[in-house]
């Protein structure tokens, strides 16, 4: 790939164009020698918005959860984060980040899987496609509303167990509580994994399977020795992406529970409100904490990745 | 074909153990993702008894297996003149459609929220069905006005997201192959960073009294709450422009126009922009579709925007939350809607695997 590049850039080089600018070859930077001025323009704005807005905050929040008010170096903050309340809002959010990304990730697959390779109608599988860009997308506030019309305490499918016979809020279940986020959260969790495993699919070759059964191959041990293995690396990427997009995600919690559920990004937004803890140096500590496990589990991935890859060659 | 005692118990013991230790993997986890924080030591120490009994139980299966096996083919004669009987059964097990009943209870999950919010958002008023909510939404001004605000902040967001990524891409593509990784890194910043991290950030960074003071002035802020945006919007944009830059031949289309006697610009504008259109507007549709509901940036930037009218209609009212959900998702699907309909429209041929 950046071979191909790299032959277009040299290509390039040798063409006589009008523009050559009068000075030529100015270039401050060794590891683009040879590039004009105008080139180098336009990556400027990018990079420039890149440490602006992603960098620089991220870094911010970052130094700021090791100072006090004061500016000077403090651990106090970070000792913060292990009070009870605070210990309790980052555990319910890895559960229900993990909860959701994991059956979303089982889930997902098995839908892929079926509508892929299970021989079902072709307008099935785009229809299916469609609907999981629009369902992945429907996070947030509208997703909220969504499932408290349906299983909150007036919802449909609530009043219509009742009138079956079974109290299902009785029967212990609620909305504002682990299982009742953890499928909300599915909503939009599973749609993703299919969106991005569905490709991955498709890469497993026809010939692998023709191949597995000349062998004497099960489906089973198709799936056990080729077909997994494959999707493998995928599989957990996609894991990873599901956590940190579970985790991060503020609307569906606050709309669905309000201050009811300790989540961390509840705690982390009330606290940018100031309705509660008022403490700026703790609220860096929180973004912190949310910013090492999430890279955490992108840390895995990318370890893994590039072992897959290796293989893969 | 018979084999001895140790080896039935070894093939036996590697078997259970396997079954075994991927049941403690689901015991462990499922015991750990549904309890709290203070319930963990308790739940440990059930951890440690179920692999107790699961490996008492593989000890005593292997030792057994033997005997088991013996049993087994002892009474083979009886369950060859049994066999005829169930195994239809199990033909029947696996001629089940499989694929048909995972699709139809998918499919379940994901209609009955829908329809159980439309018959809610119908049912405004007692006994009858009625669009009532949806025109108590619609005649609302304050809909009228954070709907159109979050429309115009999503256009500006495809606008300055345009101009930054589509030079970006094309340079790195044509000249700058080095900087890939640190682009592809970058764009991948706002999935691993979460959002509200970074507007907690920019509220530290652009407040009044330092040095690009934006949460000062209305205008400022809109422009931050923009600029947000497109960080959101960044892997999406990104990913879209350079699938479009893929499909044609960004090399002999800028040689061409070189030759021609364009400049940098020109080319950028005349030549490239218009054959990566498609991808191009596939990218805003989807940035639109995540900007115009979004909650937590606007409302920590105190923006009046689609999002926090939503969030405060939700606090306040009992119907009209069902009917906006309805509204989103409409829109949601029509701008997922767009970009399959561009899709057909993008260049087929061409097409580089690179």
Redesign the interface.
């Given at each position: 790939?950046?071979n191909?590049?790299?032959n277009?850039?040299s290509?390039?080089a040798r063409?006589p164009?009008?523009?050559q600018p009068g000075p030529g070859r100015f270039s401050p930077l060794g590891?683009?020698a040879g590039?004009?001025p105008?080139?180098l323009l336009?990556?400027v704005?990018?990079?420039l918005?890149?440490v602006l807005?992603?960098?620089?905050?991220?870094f911010?929040?970052v130094v700021?959860a090791f100072l006090d008010r004061a500016g000077n170096f403090t651990l106090a903050n970070i000792a913060g984060l292990f009070s009870e309340q605070i210990?309790?809002s980052f555990?319910?959010s890895i559960?229900v980040s993990?909860?959701s990304a994991?059956l979303g990730a089982i889930?997902g697959l098995?839908?892929a899987?079926?509508?892929l390779?299970?021989?079902?109608p072709s307008w099935?599988r785009s229809t299916?496609m469609?609907?999981s860009?629009?369902?992945s997308?429907?996070a947030?506030?509208?997703?909220?509303?969504?499932?408290?019309?349906?299983v909150g305490r007036l919802?449909?499918?609530t009043v219509l167990l009742k009138f079956l016979g079974l109290d299902i809020y009785r029967g212990g279940f609620n909305l504002l509580s682990?299982w009742g986020l953890t499928l909300t959260y599915?909503?939009f969790q599973?749609?993703l994994m299919i969106l991005i495993i569905a490709p991955a699919i498709d890469g497993l070759k026809k010939e692998w399977s023709e191949a597995a059964s000349t062998l004497g191959a099960s489906t089973w041990q198709f799936w056990r020795y080729v077909g997994l293995p494959v999707l493998w690396p995928n599989l957990l990427g996609t894991l990873s992406?599901l956590f940190?997009?579970a985790?991060?995600a503020?609307?569906t919690a606050?709309?669905l529970t309000?201050m009811s559920i300790n989540m961390v990004?509840i705690q982390?937004?009330a606290q940018?409100?100031g309705d509660a803890l008022g403490d700026?140096g703790l609220?860096?500590a929180l973004?912190l904490g949310?910013?090492v496990i999430?890279?955490f589990a992108?840390v895995i991935y990318l370890v893994v990745r590039a072992r897959a890859e290796r293989w893969l060659k | 074909m018979t084999r001895s005692p140790t080896a039935i118990m070894a093939s036996t013991f590697r078997l259970t153990l396997g079954l075994a230790v991927a049941l403690l993997v689901v015991d462990a986890?499922f015991r750990?993702?549904?309890s709290?924080?203070d319930a963990i030591p308790g739940q440990l120490s059930a951890l440690l008894w179920d692999i107790a009994y699961v490996g008492i139980a593989a000890v005593a299966l292997s030792i057994l297996s033997p005997l088991l096996t013996a049993a087994w083919q002892a009474l083979q004669p009886t369950a060859q003149s049994l066999w005829a009987a169930p195994l239809p059964i199990r033909r029947g097990f696996s001629r089940i459609p499989?694929?048909?009943v995972?699709?139809l209870i998918?499919a379940a999950?994901?209609i009955?929220?829908?329809?159980?919010?439309v018959?809610?958002?119908l049912k405004i008023r007692r006994g009858t069905y009625s669009l009532d909510a949806y025109t108590s939404v619609f005649s609302d001004p304050r809909f009228q006005a954070t709907f159109t605000y979050s429309l115009l902040v999503g256009l500006a967001t495809i606008v300055v997201g345009i101009?930054?990524?589509v030079?970006?891409a094309?340079?790195?593509?044509?000249?700058?192959?080095?900087?890939?990784p640190f682009?592809e890194f970058?764009t991948l910043?706002?999935?691993?960073?979460?959002?509200?991290?970074?507007?907690?950030?920019?509220?530290?960074?652009f407040n009044t009294s330092s040095v690009l003071p934006l949460t000062g002035s209305a205008i400022g802020t809109n422009l931050l709450l923009i600029?947000?945006y497109?960080?959101l919007a960044?892997p999406y944009m990104y990913r879209a422009v350079d699938t479009g830059l893929r499909t044609i031949d960004?090399?002999t289309l800028?040689?061409a126009a070189?030759?021609l006697?364009a400049?940098?610009?020109t080319i950028?504008a005349r030549v490239i922009f218009p054959n990566i259109i498609v991808a191009v507007l596939s990218g805003a549709f989807?940035s639109l579709?995540?900007v115009i509901?979004?909650?937590?940036i606007a409302s920590?930037l105190n923006r009046p925007a689609f999002?926090p009218y939503?969030?405060n209609i939700?606090?306040n009212r009992a119907y009209e939350?069902?009917a906006?959900?309805i509204i989103?998702?409409v829109f949601?699907?029509l701008?997922?809607?767009m970009?399959?309909l561009l899709a057909r429209f993008a260049p087929k041929t061409s097409a580089?695997t690179?």
């Open positions: 790939m950046s191909n590049d790299a277009t850039a290509l390039m063409v164009g009008p523009v590891f683009i590039i004009r105008t080139e336009a990556v704005p990018f990079i918005f890149a807005f992603l960098i620089a905050p991220t911010y929040v700021s210990r309790a555990w319910i559960r993990a909860t994991i889930l098995l839908i899987l079926a509508i390779r299970g021989r079902l099935i299916v469609t609907f860009g629009v369902a997308n429907f947030g506030i509208p997703l909220a509303f969504a499932f408290l019309a349906t919802g449909l499918i682990f599915l909503y599973i749609p992406l940190a997009n985790f991060g503020v609307a606050y709309a309000g990004t982390l937004y940018i409100r700026p609220g860096a973004a949310m910013i999430t890279a992108n | 986890l750990l993702l549904t709290n924080l499989w694929p048909w995972v699709f998918g999950y994901f009955i929220p829908l329809a159980a919010t018959d809610f958002s101009l930054i990524v030079p970006a094309y340079i790195v593509r044509l000249r700058l192959p080095g900087l890939r682009i970058v910043l706002p999935l691993i960073i979460p959002a509200i991290v970074l507007v907690f950030g920019y509220i530290r960074l600029l947000a497109v960080a960044l960004v090399g800028t040689e070189t030759i006697g400049n940098q610009f950028l989807l579709a995540i509901g979004e909650f937590t920590l999002g939503m969030q939700g606090a939350p069902a906006l959900s989103s998702f949601t699907w701008a997922m809607g970009i399959q580089r690179d």
